[in-house]
């Protein structure tokens, strides 16, 4: 039997060659790696946080005093929407956003509001509010997360945290009080306003006292009775 050596030589330059091919064959695989993951958007869930303080679902409500009036409110969530809202560019979703929509009606007041909790680096409950009469608007921030904590949203609010607070012979926990800057918009096409609107929110409670100023005047509202799910 006639047994083939090899030698050194040929032996190097097999291992070189396979080194080469191994080398392409990495190459090739990151450069696909990086583009899978270049392709990937980010994802921008909700903060727990947020979700504590302002995410309720149908058939939660609040039944609202009028300070001075002494007349009643009811405030009721209608429905609850959850998408994932996308942002594009040059083409390519880049990044998706958590977002979570829900909408109250005022038996009072005619009013529809909406409650507005969205993932991002800065995470925002924003509040709307709508005449179902003269379909005029307003819009604030009325909570802000960052980094798994609650934040002044803009230099325009002013946010402080009480331990409690007794409203109606009530006593509440874990409380912030915003002073809102809320812009008002006029279906006739009158002049934009802005009031400072104060809310305070218990949390998992909702809003437990508002003081809510328009071009008509200021109300004080506190929260007589309430009932809420999550």
Same mark, same amino acid.
């Given at each position: 039997?006639?047994?083939?050596?090899?030698?050194?030589?040929?032996?190097? +330059?097999?291992? +070189?060659?396979?080194?080469?091919?191994? +080398?392409?064959?990495?190459?090739?695989?990151?450069?696909?790696?990086?583009?899978?993951?270049?392709?990937?958007?980010?994802?921008?869930?909700?903060?727990?946080?947020?979700?504590?303080?302002?995410?309720?679902?149908?058939?939660?409500?609040?039944?609202?005093?009028?300070?001075?009036?002494?007349? *009643?409110?009811?405030?009721?969530?209608?429905?609850?929407?959850?998408?994932?809202?996308?942002?594009?560019?040059?083409? +390519?979703?880049?990044?998706?956003?958590?977002?979570?929509?829900?909408?109250?009606?005022?038996? $009072?007041?005619?009013?529809?509001?909406?409650?507005?909790?969205?993932?991002?680096?800065?995470?925002?409950?924003? *509040?709307?509010?709508?005449?179902?009469?003269?379909?005029?608007?307003?819009?604030?921030?009325?909570?802000?997360?960052?980094?798994?904590?609650?934040?002044?949203?803009?230099?325009?609010?002013?946010?402080? *945290?009480?331990?409690?607070?007794?409203?109606?012979?009530?006593?509440?926990?874990?409380?912030?009080?915003?002073?809102?800057?809320?812009?008002?918009?006029?279906?006739?096409?009158?002049?934009?306003?802005?009031?400072?609107?104060?809310?305070?929110?218990?949390?998992?409670?909702?809003?437990?006292?508002?003081?809510?100023?328009?071009?008509?005047?200021?109300?004080?509202?506190? $929260?007589?009775?309430?009932?809420?799910?999550?």
């Amino acid at each position: 039997m006639k047994i083939q050596t090899i030698n050194s030589s040929s032996l190097h +330059k097999f291992i +070189k060659s396979i080194n080469k091919d191994f +080398k392409w064959f990495f190459l090739t695989f990151y450069f696909l790696f990086m583009i899978a993951c270049e392709d990937e958007p980010n994802y921008y869930p909700i903060p727990k946080i947020l979700k504590e303080w302002g995410y309720y679902q149908t058939g939660s409500y609040w039944i609202y005093q009028n300070d001075s009036s002494m007349i *009643f409110d009811s405030v009721f969530v209608t429905s609850v929407t959850i998408i994932n809202d996308s942002a594009y560019s040059d083409k +390519k979703l880049r990044d998706i956003y958590e977002t979570i929509f829900i909408n109250f009606f005022s038996s $009072l007041n005619m009013f529809s509001y909406s409650a507005k909790l969205g993932g991002g680096i800065y995470s925002n409950l924003e *509040f709307e509010t709508k005449n179902e009469i003269t379909k005029d608007r307003s819009y604030c921030i009325l909570l802000r997360v960052s980094s798994n904590e609650i934040v002044n949203p803009t230099s325009f609010y002013e946010i402080n *945290f009480l331990n409690s607070i007794e409203i109606n012979n009530i006593s509440y926990s874990d409380v912030i009080h915003v002073s809102a800057l809320t812009r008002y918009y006029y279906e006739d096409n009158s002049p934009n306003d802005i009031f400072y609107n104060q809310y305070w929110i218990s949390k998992g409670n909702w809003v437990i006292k508002k003081i809510i100023t328009t071009k008509n005047g200021t109300e004080s509202w506190s $929260l007589v009775h309430h009932n809420v799910y999550y």
